[in-house]
């Protein structure tokens, strides 16, 4: 009776272990590459929401400070850096997008996550989105405040970006961003408040929304994106110089000539209004542009800012580029990439329409 007994038992933890398994094989395996940013941070106290050191806990304790995201995907970690992201270098981005790109490739990886800085997330995420050709789905994450604060936003923000990263439904949307809730595409989300959880927005709204783990989406990209774009990261060695030259009241052109000097190939103004360029600039890069070096229009408008070609100043007449609705510092991304193919003008418009 005993033997009997203890035989079905047996049994019993067999079938339950036999299970677990089973469950845990369905689950999506995701990878997640840390960067540093306030997402590892850590401050003195929990009322220091502010005032902390980014890039300071490595992916395995971020990963172990979330354990419900066992039970959304098998998840493992990898360092690639651990730095703020201001100081985000163009080999920074050369480097993780190799890193993301070869992830993609591989069986075993269904969606990818990277932990990142918020004050450049934008850029990198733009970058991801116009390099990595794959239609498995890339999510970039941050959090407004360190883990060791008083309500703090990473650990949510983590998992959220973990379950969209495992969602068949996340596919081919091109790289996203999640941050408070919200899934946004990585081709036109910025930070727009550098203090609050919603730090991120897009003048043409969100794609989505998670909620408890589940996605809900009401729009999809219609720019061109990962496996439809003509830049591959697998072709680009090296990034050329782009600077950005901001625009205000009493400006002047010596910012302009001094990167030119120093050797950017392109330089794209942080322009007032619809990228208007305040006279004493113009004539600037009208020689700038005589020296082959690359001229783009884009607008400091935070959150809309929408430049039109050749209404402000004659794009067509002095061979410039309109940004269209990319912020300078996305203006800036695009300019290098498109640089990597060409330097004619029209080329490059076109690309400013189609990314
Ligand atoms: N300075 C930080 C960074 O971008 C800010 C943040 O992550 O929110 O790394």
């Avoid at 201001?86 to 920074?92: A, G, L, R």
């Avoid at 969602?167 to 946004?184: F, H, N, Q, S, Y």
């Avoid at 989406?217 to 072709?235: C, G, L, M, N, Q």
């Amino acid at each position: 009776m005993y033997q009997r007994l203890a035989r079905a038992w047996a049994f019993c933890v067999l079938v339950l272990a036999c299970c677990a398994v089973a469950q845990a094989r369905d689950l999506p395996q995701i990878v997640i590459v840390a960067t540093g940013g306030t997402i590892a941070g850590a401050g003195a106290s929990a009322v220091n929401s502010a005032s902390y050191q980014a890039a300071k806990v490595p992916v395995d304790k971020l990963l172990a400070s979330v354990p419900e995201i066992s039970t959304i995907a098998r998840v493992r970690g990898e360092q690639a850096f651990q730095i703020a992201s201001e100081s985000f270098t163009n080999e920074h981005l050369l480097t993780l997008a190799r890193k993301v790109a070869e992830l993609a490739a591989r069986g075993d990886v269904d969606g990818i996550v990277v932990t990142h800085g918020t004050d450049t997330l934008e850029e990198t995420a733009f970058f991801l989105n116009l390099t990595v050709h794959t239609a498995k789905p890339i999510v970039v994450v941050g959090s407004m405040r360190p883990g060791t604060a008083l309500s703090a936003d990473g650990a949510l923000n983590l998992y959220d970006a973990v379950a969209v990263a495992g969602e068949p439904t996340a596919r081919a949307k091109g790289v996203l961003v999640v941050m408070d809730d919200c899934i946004w595409s990585g081709r036109d989300v910025a930070k727009t408040i550098n203090i609050r959880t919603d730090a991120f927005q897009s003048p043409w709204g969100p794609l989505g929304m998670i909620v408890e783990g589940k996605s809900y989406w009401f729009r999809a990209p219609v720019k061109r994106h990962t496996t439809e774009s003509e830049f591959d990261i697998a072709r680009i060695v090296t990034l050329p110089r782009v600077d950005i030259g901001y625009g205000s009241g009493n400006a002047n052109g010596d910012a302009f000539k001094a990167f030119a000097a120093a050797g950017a190939k392109a330089v794209v103004n942080a322009g007032t209004g619809n990228g208007s360029v305040s006279a004493d600039v113009v004539p600037v890069l009208q020689q700038l542009t005589s020296q082959g070096v690359t001229v783009v229009r884009s607008s400091r408008v935070v959150g809309g800012g929408f430049v039109i070609r050749n209404a402000e100043q004659p794009d067509d007449k002095y061979g410039w580029v309109a940004a269209h609705d990319l912020n300078p510092q996305k203006a800036r991304i695009l300019t290098m990439l498109g640089l990597t193919v060409t330097s004619d003008p029209v080329q490059l418009q076109r690309m400013f329409w189609e990314y």
